[in-house]
């Protein structure tokens, strides 16, 4: 039953084993997925598909669960009369999953390579694109900081896998050899293995108990709450029997986003809240999305 996300799970623990044997090389990693293996995975999944109304309806969509999710976070930490700091900490880390290296893992493992193309889209055209506009707005809000938005449109504009998706929006007009196609497929195919390492990498078990109530509230809030409300709307509205439908709420059950939490730190917010978070919410996601991965057939 567990069998699809047992290897996701020794990737985190060769990741943890390497950093505690040798060091902590998980940047590498990071920048070796972010410049080859995603650009990769964007080309091949991206090239065949057809870019019509459905794709700008499943943009839409996912850019609204995302939005939702930040304003139910806003009102939540309102009600608990979180400080401004805890407050924007606890609705970027709240709001944006890891959509992509951790999604794309649950994604394959559970509806194969056919479907990461749903999770491509969810987190370049969802994820992505909010967490370093509005997500780097409200960290500047909550540590006081200038918006700075040049350094934001820059940040956008020149991000790897965004360039290579209008590169190979461009290619679509001519026919690919077949070698580089089979070249772009190998190199996509290391985007989890590597990217799960990485992560293990950066797990800290120390600290797990900071401000553990508020990290809770956080956590079940984002991969619980979410997802389940997201599934009600698709019940209600559309149906749970179709493919993208489970992957997008398996998206929206990501843990949070370790790009958001990396934004966070930097940011002057609260570092141990925001890494506790993502260390506990990796952990807890191997059961969490399993569970709906099971309840959703």
């Given amino acids: 039953m567990l069998d699809p996300v047992l290897p996701i799970a020794l990737y985190l623990f060769f990741g943890y084993l390497f950093k505690v044997l040798k060091k902590d090389n998980s940047q590498v990693l990071v920048d070796f997925v972010i410049y080859f293996s995603l650009p990769a995975m964007i080309f091949v999944k991206i090239y065949p598909l057809v870019l019509d109304a459905k794709i700008l309806n499943l943009i839409f969509m996912f850019n609204a669960i995302i939005l939702c999710n930040l304003l139910l976070m806003y009102f939540l930490g309102k009600a608990f009369k979180f400080d401004k700091k805890t407050l924007a900490t606890f609705m970027v880390v709240g709001t944006f999953g890891n959509t992509s290296f951790i999604g794309f893992s649950y994604i394959d493992a559970f509806y194969g390579p056919d479907y990461v193309v749903y999770a491509l889209i969810y987190d370049l055209f969802g994820s992505f694109l909010l967490v370093v506009s509005l997500g780097t707005v409200i960290i500047n809000w909550g540590s006081g900081a200038h918006v700075n938005l040049k350094a934001i449109s820059k940040k956008v504009l020149f991000f790897p896998p965004i ?13 690919i050899p077949i070698f580089v ?3 772009a497929e190998v190199i996509g195919a290391t985007l989890v293995p590597i990217a799960m390492i990485a992560i293990g990498m950066k797990l800290e078990l120390k600290n797990l108990f900071y401000k553990f109530k508020t990290t809770t509230l956080l956590l079940f809030t984002k991969m619980i ?20 439908s489970k992957v997008t709420i398996i998206e929206a059950a990501m843990p949070p986003m370790t790009t958001a939490v990396i934004l966070a730190i930097q940011g002057g917010l609260d570092e141990r809240l925001a890494v506790n978070a993502l260390v506990i919410g990796v952990l807890l996601s191997l059961l969490s999305v399993t569970g709906f991965y099971l309840y959703l057939g």
């Avoid at 360039?163 to 026919?175: E, N, Q, R, S």
């Fill in 181 to 183: 196609m089979n070249t």
């Fill in 225 to 244: 709450v979410v997802p389940v409300l997201v599934m009600i709307c698709f019940a209600y509205f559309y149906t749970l029997d179709d493919t993208w």
């Fill in 163 to 175: 360039i290579m998706f209008f590169i190979t929006v461009f290619a679509k007009l001519f026919p």
